[in-house]
């Protein structure tokens, strides 16, 4: 097994039977050696610094019906909220004075008809803090509006793939929603020149360790600037309300994978992580993340923006809170990187 992390670590790349392998080996002290190979691999690059993201969830409205969803279209329980300009900016204000650098605006996917109104919001942010990086995680656009956001500001993109296997991604998804289509939009976010984020849920129903490594295999091929991937955890109200979450284990271990291959992207260790375990951020760092994404949104609106069910507060929004993280990331030897960070290889 060494010898294939080993590998791995130095070539960057393994055949499909290898990533299995590493997918499912239990040897506690093969386990272990991945590990301490990804976090030593993470520190050559970011040293023991970990990036903060200021994540505001901007709007629970969505048109897109994604079945593992809290927030899909059909689900009538949902009460739906958008955030005012005024709201977005007062986030803004707060999260820079705490010491964020880069805002991520998330939250479901709206008509193209809105998309100016996002733009004013990105000028408005580009503007107050030109020294901020903005991330933007919105969902499948048209060619225009990725090019008309970028042009008013934003800096990045977020848009999960979430399986590049056809038949997996139409048992996730909506009638009409295709793969090929979502990778279309990636890769006209990477030519409009975003830095671009993929990414798959862990444990999503239906998910094979086959799709697993299809998804390691494509990643590799795409080369994101960012990796997001988290387990999947069942919400209440979906059809997918009783399916098992997804494993903190298997995702650490995916990160550990994704960090040897891709020595230079920018892993968070997700919220979802956070949430099925006390330490799973922790365990996530451990595995070689090295990001993290504490909430600006408003407090009552968090609640309301629930993908899965008991959705963890790191509660960072706060003086006291960052203090809590740094104190948390201090027990494992690591502090908070206040820089930008963005991805090395588009740093000027
Ligand atoms: N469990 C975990 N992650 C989820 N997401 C959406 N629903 C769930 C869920 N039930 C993830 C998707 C999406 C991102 C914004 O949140 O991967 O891309």
Redesign the pocket.
């Known amino acids: 097994m060494r010898g294939l992390i080993d590998t791995l670590r130095d070539h960057h790349k393994l055949a499909s039977h290898e990533y299995r392998e590493l997918l499912t080996m239990c040897a506690p002290e093969d386990v272990k050696y991945l590990m301490d190979q990804a976090r030593e691999v993470a520190q050559g690059q970011f040293g023991t610094g970990i990036y903060l993201r200021g994540l505001i969830e901007l709007s629970n409205v969505c048109r897109n019906d994604c079945l593992?969803?809290?927030i899909r279209r059909s689900n009538r329980n949902v009460s739906r909220y958008t955030l005012s300009r005024q709201q977005v900016l007062a986030c803004c204000e707060q999260g820079y004075k705490i010491g964020f650098r880069t805002f991520v605006l998330?939250g479901g996917e709206w008509g193209e008809e809105r998309s100016q109104w996002i733009a004013d919001i990105i000028r408005d942010i580009r503007h107050g803090w030109p020294d901020c990086a903005i991330t933007l995680?919105l969902g499948e656009h048209t060619r225009e509006t990725y090019a008309l956001w970028r042009d008013a500001g934003a800096d990045r993109y977020l848009l999960?793939h979430?399986t590049h296997n056809e038949r997996l991604y139409r048992l996730l998804h909506p009638q009409g929603m295709t793969v090929q289509h979502r990778l279309q939009c990636l890769d006209r976010l990477k030519e409009l020149g975003y830095q671009v984020g993929a990414g798959i849920?862990v444990g999503a129903p239906f998910q094979s360790l086959k799709t697993i490594v299809e998804d390691i295999q494509y990643l590799i091929e795409f080369q994101p600037h960012m990796i997001g991937i988290?387990?999947?955890?069942?919400?209440h109200d979906t059809p997918f309300a009783r399916f098992p979450a997804g494993k903190v284990d298997l995702t650490a271990r995916l990160y550990a994978i994704l960090r040897l291959a891709q020595p230079q992207a920018l892993i968070p260790s997700t919220t979802?992580m956070a949430t099925l375990s006390p330490d799973g951020r922790l365990r996530g760092i451990l595995a070689g993340a090295n990001v993290v994404m504490p909430n600006l949104s408003p407090e009552d609106n968090r609640k309301l923006y629930a993908?899965?069910d008991n959705k963890a507060a790191l509660g960072a929004e706060s003086a006291q809170g960052i203090k809590k993280l740094e104190n948390e990331l201090a027990t494992i030897g690591y502090h908070i990187d206040w820089s930008r960070g963005d991805s090395p290889s588009t740093q000027k």
């Open positions: 593992y969803c809290g998330q995680s999960r979430e849920m988290g387990p999947f955890i069942p919400q979802a993908l899965y």
